[in-house]
């Protein structure tokens, strides 16, 4: 995936890159993606003013072959919307699910042990991120909704905390 040639108009000198722990970013794709409506069509004619959306994020990430440097990285985002909240506390009608699975393709360079993991379940993602956003925020506009606009999301304290809930 990355030659000598490409970590050099990214670093600017190979001698550089040969000592300097590196993540070379490659292509991002859309590896999945999927919308599904799931109340009637009158959900489009009386279009909720306060919908309700519920979003969980994974990050994957798998190597491409064995002792190679590079790695596709996935984020996942699965999203529910919802009617607005009935005031009789009874549980809002959902309106539709939507999943979207962004990946990129990452070289590590100089990588250690101790910082592999967060360059690609954290700093991968990160990149991955706006377009995984703006292309769920699309899906959900096209399809007749309101766009669900997620805010940035701090992905060193998804790692630490997915990783701290599988210790124990």
Not at 8 to 17: H, L, Q, R, W
Not at 146 to 168: E, G, H, T, Y
Request: charged content about 20%.
């Amino acid at each position: 995936m990355v030659d000598a040639g490409t970590i050099e108009t990214v670093t600017g000198s190979v001698g550089n890159a040969r000592s300097a722990v590196q993540m070379v970013a490659g292509a991002e794709y859309l590896r999945f993606s999927s919308l599904q409506c799931i109340d009637d069509p009158g959900t489009h004619i009386r279009q909720p003013i306060h919908a309700e959306s519920k979003v969980a994020i994974d990050v994957g990430a798998r190597q491409l072959g064995e002792n190679s440097p590079d790695f596709e990285v996935t984020l996942t985002l699965r999203c529910q919307g919802f009617q607005e909240m009935p005031v009789d506390g009874a549980e809002a009608k959902p309106l539709f699910e939507a999943i979207v699975t962004w990946a990129g393709l990452f070289a590590l360079q100089n990588s250690t042990a101790e910082i592999f993991e967060t360059l690609l379940l954290v700093d991968a993602p990160r990149l991955l991120f706006p377009a995984a956003r703006n292309y769920l925020a699309n899906m959900t506009r096209d399809a007749g909704y309101k766009p669900v606009i997620m805010q940035q999301v701090d992905f060193m304290a998804l790692w630490r905390s997915r990783r701290n809930a599988a210790k124990s």
